[in-house]
Nanobody, 124 residues
Framework: QVQLVESGGGLVQAGGSLSLSCTAS????????MGWFRQAPGKEREFVASISRTSASTYYSDSVKGRFTISRNNAKNTVNLQMSSVEPEDTAVYYC?????????????????WGQGTQVTVSS
């Protein structure tokens, strides 16, 4: 079992930056790939970024590539999402997710554990 808690959400102006963090408790964090997803009102949950267990591989959606950076610290059981040059379209609830294996994936169905989410609102 893995418990995930996100933090760092809030209100930010367009063009600004925000850093999200996810802290994991439970077993085998360092063996799990991690991902960030988001869901805007009235829309389906969508992939944002993922990172393999060793950080060797990272993936981003086209909409955030070049603006967001995912990273992890296996010693601290944390995964972060650094958001830069944010846009109003980035407004959503952001979720941290963990897989049962080490390879990074895009689809939410690939992730077994989810946090409760943290709200990010970008004002124009």
């Amino acid at each position: 079992q893995v418990q995930l808690v996100e933090s760092g959400g809030g209100l930010v102006q367009a063009g600004g930056s925000l850093s999200l963090s996810c802290t994991a408790s439970g077993s085998s964090f360092s063996s799990r790939a991690m991902g960030w997803f988001r869901q805007a009102p009235g829309k389906e949950r969508e992939f944002v970024a993922s990172i393999s267990r060793t950080s060797a591989s990272t993936y981003y959606s086209d909409s955030v590539k070049g603006r967001f950076t995912i990273s992890r610290n296996n010693a601290k059981n944390t995964v972060n999402l650094q958001m830069s040059s944010v846009e109003p379209e980035d407004t959503a609830v952001y979720y941290c997710a963990a897989r049962d294996s080490g390879g990074a994936r895009f689809g939410p169905q690939e992730y077994a554990y989810w946090g409760q989410g943290t709200q990010v609102t970008v004002s124009s």
